[in-house]
DNA sequence: TATTGTTATACTCTATAACTATA
DNA sequence: TATAGTTATAGAGTATAACAATA
């Protein structure tokens, strides 16, 4: 009979609790700025595009349905942060462009996200965040191995 | 100006991503058992304590309110995977206990989530694996440095 | 008074199917 | 016919407050 490892110890139950970690500090530091942490998601994966993004790209950039990210660009675009616009030489792609504005709250969110990250990766050694990011993307993009 | 980290490396995000996919791995794999990741995870620490476990410490342990607890705990016993007794020397506490088709089921879902994360992790070194199980534990537990 | 379990409620997130407009 | 975006809906997960029983 071998020993068994303690559930406690299950990666996916550590991933699913650090995540959640994260998660929780995360949405409080985007809480005064309105944003949560889908929204400010594709806000930054928004941001980055000068050309604009498809909806349907921003969905398989975040991990989302194309259907749950209307509403969330529907919110941003109420609140000035991005344009929604047809493309002229394919009528049915909408580009998404992040306004001024947008890319002012984007950049005040990142750093109150970085800040509140710091409390839980200060005191882990760069090479381990390193290798960690590493090793992550390596199992949410198992096809893609950057 | 600093050369900026794009949002896709963000650690929070990819944390968020690769739990994601391991949960609904998790999630595939329990499927046919009639458990879904929570269930199992309640499921999971009761039958590791013989002398059984209150509420108040399963819900610390699984990391969710008191108030999610009783749903979960109800379900198990319904199907008399546990069993849930007043604790007499303190009939305030309930003892949640795993009946024998508790401890079996309890098993059979972990064979199944070990092959489903083996495709997950399979390719990745012991040590790594180590280490991202340490790293992770730190990150969710910041008070219990194990 | 404090604690355990419980109920109720509301909100967010997730998944799916069906519709429209364009191509 | 195929694709992008949209709408609608139901189900699961999450958070909070209030209550009964017991200490």
Redesign the pocket.
Known sequence: MREQRPFAEDLGFLL?RAS?VIA?SA?EALSPLGL????YSVLAFVAEEPEG???????ALVG????????L??DLEDRDLVT?R???????????TATGGGHRLRDEARRRIDEAQAAHFDRLPPELLHELRKTLHGIAFPDNPA
């Open positions: 699913s959640g929780k949405s949560r942490v889908r929204s993004v498809t909806q349907r790209r921003l969905a989302l349905d194309p259907s749950q990210i209307v509403a660009v529907d929604r047809p493309d002229p030489a394919d009528r049915r792609n909408k580009r998404i």
